[in-house]
């Protein structure tokens, strides 16, 4: 026997000697074993390592984060399996082409999230950042046809999304001192009510380490209703008071996002000579009061159906922009036309012009369940209780967990002073049946058997089999 521990252990050794050997000769991200190519050993190899059974190199270690969330994890050699079945994107996002990448997906979602929103004669205003930073959290459990179609809809990859927004803090940062606010904040909120399910660490601490998320383990009761709003309303300044009419103590989990901001304008309304009463022409043609801040800006935006302009706040790095579709064509249809690209072009080609403004003074609360738009624009299994996959969130649990909601508050408030506003977006993790497997009756030891009268529902014979000869 001590034989052969040590044949096996020289084996080992030597085999690891070679992958060292070979480790320069491979640069191809995922490919741990360095065999010149990703495969299934790959995604084994860093399975082991997390689970302790086996310990990386340096080289290894630097090819063993395929999804690009910095750390190495289970969701790696996920990440490798689906890539060799060629569902996942091969490309490794450095942050520069995360960021560009992001950029472009939240404009397209943006205008995709309003166009399936907006009904006719509502006031609608999404934050697609604020639905996007939930949903990725949320990707991140998700697996196989479900994380396929989170990602279609927001349109990045899982890696991508995660560089891209764990970078986007960063883009709110400028040099010097800054009276303009945007703040982000995520949590999460794990229903301990379930004492059999485990919460997978690795999904929690993905949460924490990309989205600097806040995490939560308590009863879904009222005081964790309470707890969540309180938080939602902190993080908001008070603009959003919560996101949960009612908790559901049925319900795994809540992933939270939340947005606030606060910018004073450049150049501010004087209340005594800037701002003047007028009539607003609502789209079903009545007449509204208004009060309307005048003035003459110098960023005029156009295209062929529309005009408008962008009005810098203080610190020059936020900007309100407006587009008043041309007389004859109603904002429904101005923006069923609309594309992120044109939306992108738009926003590229500023012209000095000078422009005379009036701009409403105007307060607007909105909130809807994203769940039928979301589903409407691909992501349908994530909220399907038998086909959804959000293994990599929750295990030990008979009920198959499940998108039951996502719910989106938004307010705005533009005066002479300047803007605020707030976004908040909770998916719901429900709990839902698990489907069932085919009965089996195997008749491989003692059983009682009956002849029955099928009209009476009585046996004529009835007996037993305890052996077989």
């Not at 939240?106 to 996007?132: A, H, I, R, W, Y």
């Not at 109603?330 to 403004?357: A, F, H, M, P, Q």
């Not at 605020?420 to 429900?430: C, G, L, N, P, R």
């Not at 009956?450 to 077989?468: C, Q, R, S, Y």
Request: proline share 3%.
């Amino acid at each position: 026997m001590k034989k052969v521990i040590s044949a096996f252990l020289a084996c080992a050794i030597a085999a690891g000697s070679a992958i060292c050997a070979s480790a320069s000769q491979s640069n191809l991200m995922g490919d741990v074993n360095f065999d010149g190519q990703v495969s299934i050993k790959d995604s084994t190899m860093i399975q082991k390592h997390c689970a302790g059974l086996i310990r990386f190199s340096e080289a290894q270690r630097k090819c063993a984060d395929p999804d690009g969330n910095g750390k190495i994890n289970v969701s790696d050699a996920t990440y490798l399996q689906r890539q060799v079945a060629g569902i996942a994107q091969k490309k490794n996002y450095t942050e520069e082409e995360a960021i560009e990448a992001g950029n472009k997906a939240v404009t397209d979602f943006g205008v995709k999230l309003l166009q399936k929103t907006k009904k006719e004669k509502d006031n609608v205003l999404v934050s697609p950042v604020s639905v996007m930073y939930a949903l990725s959290m949320t990707a991140n459990g998700a697996g196989g046809k479900t994380l396929k179609q989170m990602e279609n809809t927001l349109g990045l990859p899982l890696n991508a999304m995660n560089k891209y927004f764990k970078a986007y803090p960063s883009l709110l940062k400028y040099k010097g001192e800054q009276e303009d606010k945007f703040s982000i904040a995520n949590s999460i909120w794990c229903n301990t009510l379930y004492s059999d399910v485990e919460y997978r660490q690795d999904f929690v601490d993905t949460a924490k380490d990309v989205y600097s998320a806040e995490a939560n383990k308590l009863p879904f009761n009222t005081e964790a209703q309470n707890k969540i709003n309180n938080w939602v309303s902190e993080n908001t300044d008070g603009m959003v008071d919560g996101i949960l009419d009612q908790i559901n103590p049925m319900s795994f989990m809540y992933l939270i996002n939340t947005l606030a901001f606060d910018g004073k304008w450049l150049e501010p309304y004087d209340p005594n000579y800037m701002v003047r009463d007028g009539k607003f022409t609502n789209a079903d043609y009545t007449k509204s009061d208004a009060k309307y801040m005048c003035s003459e800006e110098f960023r005029y935006l156009s295209d062929d159906k529309a005009q408008g302009f962008v009005k810098l706040f203080k610190d020059g790095n936020y900007a309100f922009a407006a587009l008043l579709p041309n007389s004859g064509n109603s904002v429904d249809s101005y923006l069923n036309s609309l594309t992120g690209e044109r939306i992108s072009n738009i926003l590229s080609n500023v012209k000095s012009d000078k422009t005379v403004v009036w701009l409403p003074k105007f307060k607007i609360n909105y909130d809807t369940d994203l769940a039928d738009v979301l589903q409407s624009l691909g992501m349908t299994d994530a909220f399907d209780e038998q086909y959804a996959d959000f293994s990599g969130m929750i295990s030990n649990t008979p009920f198959n967990p499940y998108i039951g909601s996502v719910i989106h508050k938004t307010v705005i408030d533009v005066n002479e002073i300047g803007t605020k506003a707030a976004a908040a977006t909770s998916v719901e993790i429900k709990a839902g049946a698990t489907p069932e497997e085919p009965k089996e009756v195997k008749l491989t030891r003692p059983f009682i058997y009956m002849l029955i009268n099928t009209k009476t529902n009585t046996p004529f014979f009835i007996g037993t089999v305890d052996e077989l000869k």
